[in-house]
């Protein structure tokens, strides 16, 4: 006897749009697969689905054509990042030593 269906949701935003599509799936549909079946690139035009990263309830998977998805999962399609988050945080604790050695001098 066959398994029914699993149920699951995928997500992809941008700023100033966000898309949560639910998906009734086989058993054993991976994380990547379940991303290429949404249509979510109908959305979304441009979206690669076949490249993009991608997680699950907030953590990225490293192998999504491996990771097989359980019922209740949450799929995400995040975006490349625009800035290295490094970088950022660099850049601001530069900034606030120099607000402080300002500050100091004054």
Not at 8 to 14: G, Q, R, S
């Amino acid at each position: 006897m066959d398994k029914p269906n699993i149920v699951v949701e995928v997500v992809y935003a941008l700023a100033e749009k966000q898309k949560l599509l639910r998906l009734s799936l086989p058993h054993g549909t991976t994380v990547r697969q379940a991303a290429l079946q949404s249509g979510m690139q109908v959305h979304f035009p441009g979206l690669d689905l076949a490249h993009s990263p991608l997680g699950v309830f907030g953590k990225a998977v490293s192998k999504p054509d491996e990771r097989v998805l359980e019922d209740g999962e949450r799929v995400e399609i995040y975006r490349p990042l625009i800035a290295d988050p490094k970088e950022v945080r660099k850049q601001r604790a530069a900034k606030a030593a120099q607000a402080r050695t300002d500050e100091a001098e004054k």
